[in-house]
């Protein structure tokens, strides 16, 4: 690996001799983590081993280096390299490679199945950014160039696996020592281009406990507003990993303080500081953390808001389903609950959010709203209890169905839905416990009695 290379600038469109006009609306879709890090690593390897072998340039870059050099294990590895797409699927094979994100260089490589699959990068320098969101194209480079062009220096590090040694054209390496998240470059510029990387600083300050480097603290703070303009998905996807990592309460924190709070959370820029810091430590306290959850602890008294915001950030329809019902459930048991606490209450009544197969994320939100006092500690207590239950017990397969009870006598229509409800809340409170018995008891309603 040439330290310093010389930049041989190429543009990626040919026929038109224009850089290539990106339509990248939307992130590369999400790759499944490597289900063994182990396989994952050594596939890694050997994809760069593979590329030096003929002939080119190929070092690991970015997250999986910053991570390896931190102790922690890497989600994925992205390798970066001067061959071009062509040949990067010359030499894995089509079969082995996707080409998704070929038009700006990146080639997906397959490994065997416990290792996943890694991204593969050609060297490249982003064309200008005219719109704060994606560049107008991208040109082939060398590696010093690709390492200037990404966010933060600890982001922009390689290694070189074969020779086991960092590259470091941005002084990363001190960065990660002393702990600073600092923009690559003059942090207003960097920011400018791609208003996204606000976010991502938040993402990985709060993330890791670094404090952001001053001017680039200073550039967020003046610049916070410019992230309205940046697409819902991309603002959602920085969402998904801030509220699901430790750190999650610190990056709440951190939001409001650099006024980032209100471009991501305009529903709720009336809200004083002490509703985010309730809402930091609640979401601390919650032990499967994600951003359902974290809506969920945000909009508890707005269910307005809630749907607002999931349409805003164009949520997927299971997230907004899920942090509806959380919202719902809440409200459900807080008021039933209310005057003589959880034990005198009908199972019947709580039954239905109790044997939801969500039910243990709901036991987490109220364990987490009884620890700051928010709900009765009996309550969450009792829920926690209740939600362990087998599920044959939560949820016992109806005595009747309908076709029993219209061959009862039970006139065919709304009367049977009726009956069906009246059977299961007795059933499930225990004054029904056999076929028997229900039948029985249908007798006795169509008699009158
Ligand atoms: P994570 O562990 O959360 O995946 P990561 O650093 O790997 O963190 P990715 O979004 O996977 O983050 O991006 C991989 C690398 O690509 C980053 O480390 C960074 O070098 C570069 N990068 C990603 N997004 C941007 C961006 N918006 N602007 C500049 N560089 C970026
Ligand atoms: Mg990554």
Request: hydrophobic share 45%; proline share 7%; net charge negative.
């Amino acid at each position: 690996m040439v330290a310093g290379s010389s930049c041989l600038l190429e543009i990626v469109s040919d026929n038109t001799g224009e850089p290539l006009l990106l339509s990248r609306k939307f992130p590369l879709p999400m790759l499944p983590r490597a289900p063994d890090p182990a396989a994952a690593r050594e596939f890694a390897f050997e994809v760069v081993a593979r590329l030096r072998r003929a002939g080119y340039e190929a070092v690991w870059a970015g997250g999986c280096v910053r991570d390896e050099l931190l102790g922690r294990t890497p989600s994925d590895y992205d390798i970066a390299t001067s061959a071009r797409p062509a040949a990067v699927r010359e030499i894995f094979g089509h079969r082995r490679t996707l080409a998704v994100g070929a038009a700006f260089g990146v080639i997906t490589v397959l490994g065997p199945k416990p290792a996943g699959q890694v991204e593969v990068a050609t060297f490249r320098a982003d064309a200008p950014y005219t719109d704060g969101r994606h560049p107008a194209g991208v040109t082939f480079c060398g590696a010093r160039e690709d390492a200037l062009r990404r966010d933060f220096t600890i982001n922009g590090l390689f290694f070189d696996p074969l020779e086991d040694e960092v590259i470091d054209y941005v002084g990363g390496q001190l960065d990660l020592a002393d702990g600073i998240v600092r923009a690559i470059g003059v942090p207003s510029m960097r920011f400018g281009e791609d208003h996204l990387r606000m976010l991502r600083a938040v993402r990985f300050s709060a993330g890791f406990g670094f404090p952001l480097e001053r001017e680039t603290r200073r550039a967020i703070e003046s610049m916070a507003h410019l992230v309205e303009s940046v697409s819902p998905e991309r603002i959602a996807a920085e969402l998904r990993a801030m509220c699901s990592r430790p750190g999650r309460s610190e990056a709440i924190s951190l939001l409001v303080d650099t006024g980032l709070v209100e471009p991501v959370f305009h529903e709720f820029s009336d809200k004083p500081s002490a509703f985010w810091s309730s809402a930091a430590t609640i979401l601390d306290a919650i032990d499967e953390p994600d951003l359902p959850l974290a809506l969920a602890i945000l909009c508890r008294d707005d269910a307005a808001a809630m749907s607002r915001l999931g349409k805003r950030l164009r949520l997927a329809n299971h997230e907004r389903k899920l942090a509806a019902w959380l919202v719902s459930a809440v409200t459900a048991i807080v008021s039933a609950t209310a005057v003589d606490g959880p034990a005198s209450l009908p199972w019947s009544e709580l039954q239905p959010w109790l044997a939801d197969a969500h039910r243990f994320r709901l036991a987490d939100l109220l364990r987490a709203l009884a620890a700051n006092g928010i709900t009765a500690t009996e309550t969450a207590a009792w829920v926690s209890q209740q939600v362990e239950r087998p599920a044959t017990d939560l949820d016992p397969p109806p005595l009747l169905g309908g076709d029993a009870l219209i061959a009862l006598g039970v006139p065919a229509g709304p009367a049977v839905g009726q009956a069906l409800r009246r059977l299961r809340n007795l059933q499930l409170d225990g004054r029904l416990a056999s076929q028997a018995e229900a039948v029985e008891q249908v007798k006795a309603w169509l008699l009158g009695r």
